[in-house]
């Protein structure tokens, strides 16, 4: 296993094992959801789920 550290420039990761381990984690996240069969959740009701759960978090202070 290497440690090498990769210039910032061309790369956002500072190893090549974590670029390596992101691009496990990402591609598991891919798959996931692909497999997923549950229905989609259009976009505005996703946003009607969020407003009112922030309304409650403001009632209860969590977030200004």
């Known amino acids: 296993m290497s440690t090498a550290t990769l210039d ?3 790369s956002e990761f ?3 094992e974590q670029e390596a381990e992101y691009t496990n984690w990402v ?3 891919l798959r996931r959801r ?3 069969t549950r229905p989609p959740v ?3 009701e996703v946003v009607r ?3 009112e759960r922030m ?3 403001r009632q209860r202070g ?3």
Do not use: C, G, N, Y
Request: net charge negative; proline share 8%.
């Open 34 to 36: 692909r497999d997923d």
């Open 27 to 29: 591609q598991a996240e």
């Open 49 to 51: 789920r969020m407003e």
């Open 14 to 16: 500072e190893t090549a």
């Open 8 to 10: 910032p420039i061309v």
């Open 55 to 57: 309304a409650h978090w």
């Open 42 to 44: 259009p976009h505005d």
């Open 62 to 64: 969590v977030i200004a």
